[in-house]
C-alpha cells in the first residue's frame, strides 16, 4: 500500500523568475549566482540569465540567497476543535512568514486525527485556506488515549504520511511494537514522543542545579532517554522507520548514534529552543520557557549542535504549540507546556548559530529543507528541474527585532520577543505563488 500526499495545495502554479540570488540546493550540491525560472508551479530551469517568458513575474534576488521551500514536520495547527489557539488558516500564514512552505500538523487536536474524517477535513481547510502545504500526520493510538491503535490503514490512505500521538508518549511496548509493524507496509515513519511518564510525573523543567535552586518541580533527562532506548529496541524488532521527536539531551543522541551505527532505522529531529536555549532561561520564571521537552543544560545543548552539524540529527522542526494568553498565565509549574516557532525560528537559527559559525549555511538549509523532505517521501526539498515551485528566500543582512503582537499566528507565546536578530526570511513561495515578503 502506497500513502497519497496530493491535493494539499490545488492553486495554479504561476510563472516566475528569480534573478541574480545566491542559490543554495543542498539536494543537488548547488551554491552559486543563478537565476531560477518556474513555470506551471515546478522548477524549468536554473541557469545565468534566462530569459523571461511571456507574462513572467521577474523578481531580483540580488543579494539574497535562494534555496528550496523549508519544510517543518512537527507543528501544531490546533484545528479542528482547538482554533481559539490557531487555525490552518492562521497557521499556515505564519509558516509562509517564517519562511516554510511545506508544514506536517500533528494529531492532536480536537476531535483527534485518528481516523480518515479528520484527515479529509483538515485536507480541505488546507486546499482552501492554506498558504502554504499541510501534510497530516495520523494518531498511533485511538483519541491518543494509548488503549488501542488507530485506523493506520485508513489513515495513511487518506494522506497521512507519518503517525505519532505527539504530546503523549504510547506507554504500552507492545502496542506500540504492533504499531511499528502495521506501519511497515506504509513506509510511513512512526515519531516518537520520548517521554517516560513515570519518571516525567509532575516535572515542570528539567531536573538539575537549576531546578534545585529554585525549587521547582523537575523531570530527570532520563525520562527521555529511557524511551529513546525502548523505541530503538522496538524498531531493530520490527524494521520499522522510528523517528524522535524534539530530541533534546546527550544521553539521547549518543543512544541514537550507537544505533545507527547497528543498522537501526532511526532519524531524529531538533527545535530551535534547544538549541540555542537552557535551563538558565527558567530563572526568569517566565512561562514562555517552560516546553516539552524541557529545556536542558549547556551540556545537551552542545550535544544537540554537534549533532545537527555532523547529520546525527536529521532536520530542525519548531514544534509549533500555540497556545492562548489564558494558557500561561499563573505560577510557572501550573502553565501549558508549549512555544510557538514558525515565525521566529529562521531567524533565530540565521543570528545565534550560522552568524557565529556554530553551522554552515548550507546545513542549515538541508535540516529545513532535503531532511524533513527525504524521511516522509515528500515531493519539496530540491531545486531539481520539474521539482514543485516551492521556494524560500533569505535575506541574511536583515535586522530585525522579533515583535511576538505582529505574528501572523493567533498566539504569541514565544520565549524570543524582544531579541534583535540578524538574518530571516525575506520572501516565501508555493507552487510558483508570492506568498509572504517582508515588508
Not at 5 to 31: C, E, K, Q
Not at 193 to 211: F, I, K, P, Q, R
Not at 358 to 378: D, E, I, K, Q, Y
Amino acid at each position: 500500500m502506497t500513502m497519497t500526499t496530493s491535493a494539499v495545495f490545488a492553486r495554479a502554479g504561476g510563472t516566475i523568475v528569480i534573478r541574480g540570488g545566491r542559490v543554495l540546493d543542498p539536494s543537488t550540491a548547488l551554491d552559486a549566482t543563478q537565476d531560477v525560472l518556474i513555470v506551471d508551479g515546478a522548477i524549468r530551469e536554473l541557469g545565468p540569465a534566462l530569459p523571461a517568458p511571456d507574462g513572467a513575474s521577474v523578481i531580483d534576488a540580488t543579494g539574497k540567497v535562494v534555496c528550496p521551500g523549508f519544510i517543518d514536520m512537527h507543528v501544531h495547527l490546533r484545528e479542528p476543535g482547538l482554533e481559539y489557539k490557531e487555525t490552518v488558516a492562521t497557521g499556515t500564514r505564519a509558516a509562509a512568514a517564517g519562511g516554510f512552505t511545506a508544514v506536517c500538523c500533528m494529531a492532536n487536536t480536537s476531535p483527534v486525527n485518528d481516523n480518515r474524517s479528520i484527515t479529509d477535513y483538515i485536507l480541505a481547510k488546507a486546499r482552501t485556506e492554506g498558504a502554504v502545504r499541510v501534510y497530516p500526520i495520523g494518531a498511533v493510538t485511538r483519541g491518543l488515549e494509548g488503549k488501542a491503535l488507530a485506523e493506520l490503514a485508513e489513515l495513511a490512505e487518506a494522506g497521512c504520511v507519518a503517525f505519532s500521538d505527539d504530546g503523549k508518549p504510547v506507554m504500552n511496548a507492545a502496542l506500540y511494537r504492533r504499531a511499528m509493524e502495521y506501519t511497515l507496509p506504509f513506509g510511513a515513519p512512526v515519531v516518537s514522543h520520548a517521554e517516560d511518564l513515570h519518571l516525567a510525573e509532575g516535572g515542570a523543567m528539567n531536573e538539575g542545579v537549576v531546578s534545585t535552586e529554585l525549587g521547582l518541580p523537575a523531570a530527570s533527562a532520563a525520562a527521555e532517554d529511557v524511551m529513546v532506548a525502548r523505541d530503538i529496541l522496538l524498531a531493530e524488532l520490527t524494521g520499522a522507520h522510528l523517528h524522535i521527536a524534539h530530541i533534546s539531551t546527550a544521553g539521547a543522541i549518543r543512544l541514537v548514534r550507537e544505533a545507527r551505527a547497528r543498522g537501526v532505522h532511526v532519524t531524529c529531529e531538533v527545535t530551535p529552543h534547544h538549541l540555542v536555549l537552557t535551563d538558565e532561561q527558567v530563572r526568569t520564571y517566565d512561562p514562555n520557557v517552560k516546553m516539552s521537552p524541557p529545556l536542558r543544560t549547556r551540556r545537551d545543548t552542545d550535544a544537540l549542535g554537534e549533532a545537527l552539524a555532523d547529520g546525527t540529527i536529521d532536520c530542525i522542526a519548531t514544534d509549533h504549540a500555540p497556545h492562548a494568553l489564558s494558557d500561561k498565565e499563573g505560577e510557572f509549574d501550573r502553565a501549558a507546556f508549549g512555544i510557538v516557532g514558525l515565525e521566529t525560528a529562521v531567524p533565530v537559527l540565521l543570528d545565534r548559530l550560522v552568524r557565529p559559525g556554530v553551522l554552515s549555511l548550507s546545513t542549515l538549509v538541508a535540516r529545513l529543507t532535503t531532511g524533513p523532505a527525504r524521511l516522509l517521501n515528500l515531493p519539496g526539498g530540491s531545486l531539481a528541474r520539474g521539482r514543485p515551485g516551492d521556494l524560500s528566500i533569505l535575506d541574511v543582512d536583515r535586522e530585525l527585532t522579533i515583535d511576538p503582537t505582529r505574528f501572523l499566528s493567533r498566539s504569541r507565546n514565544t520565549p524570543f520577543g524582544g531579541w534583535s536578530v540578524t538574518g530571516g526570511p525575506w520572501m516565501t513561495i508555493v507552487n510558483g505563488h508570492v506568498v509572504w515578503q517582508a515588508q
